[in-house]
């Protein structure tokens, strides 16, 4: 399988940033990096390579929260996914939302679901669950041993009367 | 002075909940904020309880409009995980059903873009024109929407001989009706000047945003996962990307509009030129690994990450629907226009007309003359006459030229 | 009727006539949502009856409930369902309105309708057809 050249220019850019690359297919490429360098990795697929940034996939492995960026590249074809660990029990990242517009709303969501923290986000709020969703509570972590849905039924019927009451008031 | 209007979560012009908070000042938007969280239904969560097969049930009751692209990109996603190869046939099928719900998603899409713009005629008219397409659905697969044709290495059910010439029927029917339609609103003063220059997306802010489908071709981004990627049988036919460069309500329409009309061609190549053959591969256990499925969406790009451990459910799920990328760049694209653009509701107030067959005049209670198609369409000329005169001297009046 | 509204004569001759409908979605994935506004357009054209969707609740005699009722839809429910005139119908659309369907154990969801509020008619269908949605309105009226 030939190298893409996406893959050579990341290797020579930043060589002692990347860890890992796995080439599955032709059209498809994992590269994992260190968490310090997303933020650079990121920028240069974006303004030098002319990539487009897809979303970004988090989730809960034993190694800590996983992040995989994901960037197309369509005059070529192919995908390529940024892999970076994050780890427990504090997650924290740098935000990519300065450099591309588009990924503010995937971090939020990342932030509710999984309480990943994203320094320097231009506005990290709720976006995804409830209002009166508890805090502390990441829905798709895996330590959490807590009973979905959070509220039984007994519980909503208390939770909808107190809303009646608000309302007479 | 500042002000912000909530629009939604429930109101009356969006079908789902949804709020966008706008931040105003005077007519002017400045600021526009996007919350989501009533239709939240944690499908990530939920399909890592399920296994693969069910998890293609999951995935189609993900979004009624695109029912059919998100298990396709989930197939997608574990046939590359899985390394399958789906036989010929089930290439041809999944093209055909894929394209027949584009045609129903942007005829529907155009009939509530008329709909907000107060525009009934045009609302009815589509959906009047999608209800074959529905009924054709209800023949291939026995369902009006969420149709489970699509399984793990092919497809669930098979196109029968029978059943080509129908669909044949139908998709000749439909397109001289799309062209009409497409005169119709593209010839059509009012139209031209409600949707022409408002909601302009430039280029780089539709990469910046990272939108894509319809809305990022209309905005001249040349990128389309039919092509880009191709899966099913897109490779095999026929067919072009429909770009426009002004990124403007007028050329999103226009967009979708044409890519009806590349669907037709696509659907009716693939009833040509499908060969005999069996539906479906046998699927061996899914091994550790990660698959990436992407799939054009009438919307845009739909993508699918799926992990594996090994086990028959998914580890983890993600999905990412071509909205949750065009919605955000609302941001570049409303601030500076005005309240009305926001859903163009104003448009509600400017003239349409009655695109009824015939209308009976009816003067002093008795029946004087039934008026036919030219007179109603001489009847709205001349009102559209009326309102560039009525018009001339406001800013914006001579948009009507 | 669900709710403890006495129906007079007046009401039941009110109700009957013309019933207007507002339609929530509270969790939908949107099938329904097109079913619905599918039988007001030209083909199924409830509208030649006098049925007609509108924009606020207070003008309605039904209410429409798509979707499995979500944690953050839940006192959108309550609210709209108390500024509904009563007395009125509530009708649960499609299979999630009704039994919360495959989205039912997410963490983010309530339940079924019925849990909520009171239900009159059960429209059940993934999604149901337009015809199955103007029978189950035929059905809420002779209800009454």
């Given at each position: 399988m030939v190298e893409l050249t996406p893959i050579k220019k990341i290797k020579e850019n930043f060589p002692d940033k990347i860890e890992e690359t796995w080439q599955k297919s032709s059209r498809r490429t994992y590269v994992t990096v260190k968490k310090d360098a997303v933020k650079d990795i990121v920028s240069y697929l974006m303004k030098n390579l002319g990539a487009r940034f897809i979303i970004i996939t988090a989730l809960d492995t034993r190694k800590g929260i996983e992040m995989l960026y994901h960037f197309s590249f369509d005059q070529r074809g192919c995908i390529l996914s940024i892999r970076t660990f994050v780890p427990m029990p504090l997650p924290e990242i740098e935000s990519i939302a300065q450099i591309i517009s588009g990924a503010e709303y995937i971090e939020r969501e990342i932030h509710d679901l999984l309480g990943v923290n994203f320094k320097n986000h231009p506005n990290l709020k709720r976006f995804i669950l409830a209002d009166d969703w508890p805090e502390g509570?990441?829905?798709?972590?895996?330590e959490h041993k807590c009973q979905f849905p959070y509220r039984t039924v007994e519980e909503q019927n208390l939770f909808r009367q107190e809303i009646l009451k608000k309302e007479e008031q | 002075m500042r002000t912000t209007i909530p629009i939604g979560p429930y109101h009356p012009l969006l079908e789902e909940p949804e709020l966008f908070r706008v931040v105003v000042e005077g007519e002017r938007i400045v600021d526009i904020d996007w919350r989501t969280s009533w239709n939240h239904r944690g499908i990530e969560k939920i399909a890592e309880s399920k296994t693969y097969e069910q998890a293609l049930f999951l995935v189609e009751r993900i979004c009624g409009i695109c029912s059919t692209s998100h298990p396709i990109a989930f197939c997608n996603a574990v046939e590359d995980l899985a390394d399958i190869e789906i036989p010929d046939r089930a290439k041809y099928i999944r093209t055909i059903v894929a394209e027949l719900e584009r045609i129903h998603s942007h005829l529907l899409w155009l009939g509530l873009a008329g709909h907000y713009i107060g525009y009934h005629t045009v609302w009815m008219w589509a959906w009047r024109y999608r209800e074959p397409i529905c009924e054709l659905f209800e023949i291939i697969s026995g369902n009006r929407q969420s149709y489970a044709m699509m399984k793990i290495g092919g497809v669930r059910q098979d196109i029968k001989e029978e059943t080509i010439p129908i669909i044949m029927k139908t998709i000749n029917e439909l397109e001289p009706k799309i062209h009409m339609f497409a005169d119709a609103i593209l010839d059509d003063p009012v139209m031209l000047a409600r949707l022409r220059n408002v909601g302009k997306l430039s280029k780089e802010d539709a990469i910046n945003w990272c939108t894509v489908g319809p809305v990022a071709r209309s905005a001249g981004v040349d990128i389309d996962i039919r092509r880009d990627y191709p899966y099913a049988s897109y490779d095999r036919v026929e067919w072009k990307v429909i770009t426009q460069v002004d990124g403007d309500v007028l050329a999103v329409a226009v967009v979708r509009l044409l890519e009806i009309l590349e669907s037709i061609k696509i659907i009716r190549q693939c009833l040509e030129k499908m060969p005999p053959g069996p539906l479906q591969v046998e699927v061996p256990e899914i091994p550790v690994g990660e698959g990436i499925g992407v799939e054009e969406a009438p919307r845009g790009e739909c993508f699918h990450y799926v992990q594996s451990d090994?086990?028959?459910?998914?580890y983890r799920l993600k999905i990412r629907a071509p909205s949750y990328v065009n919605i955000p760049c609302f941001r570049s694209r409303f601030i500076g226009e005005r309240i009305s653009d926001i859903l163009l509701i104003l448009a509600s107030v400017d003239p349409c007309y009655c695109c009824t067959n015939r209308t009976i005049k009816i003067d002093n209670g008795k029946v004087k003359s039934t008026m036919t198609d030219k007179d109603l369409l001489e009847l709205s000329w001349k009102e559209t006459e009326q309102l560039r005169e009525h018009y001339k001297g406001y800013p914006g009046g001579g948009l009507l030229e | 009727m669900s709710d403890n509204h006495k129906l007079t004569d007046m009401s039941r001759w009110g109700l009957k006539k013309s019933p207007w409908a507002f339609h929530l979605s509270t969790g939908s994935c949107n099938n329904c949502d097109i079913e619905l506004l599918d039988a007001l357009t030209p083909r199924f054209d409830v509208e030649r009856f006098g049925i007609l969707l509108v924009g606020s609740p207070r003008h309605a005699d039904i209410l429409f409930v798509t979707g499995i009722v979500t944690v953050q839809a839940l006192p959108r429910l309550i609210h709209v369902y108390n500024q509904i005139a009563k007395p009125c119908l509530v009708i649960a659309l499609g299979t999630c309105a009704c039994t919360g369907g495959i989205f039912d154990g997410s963490y983010h969801q309530i339940g079924p309708v019925d849990k909520i509020i009171p239900v009159d008619v059960y429209i059940p269908g993934c999604p149901p057809k337009p015809e199955a949605i103007i029978s189950g309105v035929v059905k809420a009226l002779a209800k009454i």
């Open positions: 509570l990441y829905p798709l972590r895996r | 090994g086990t028959n459910c998914p | -």
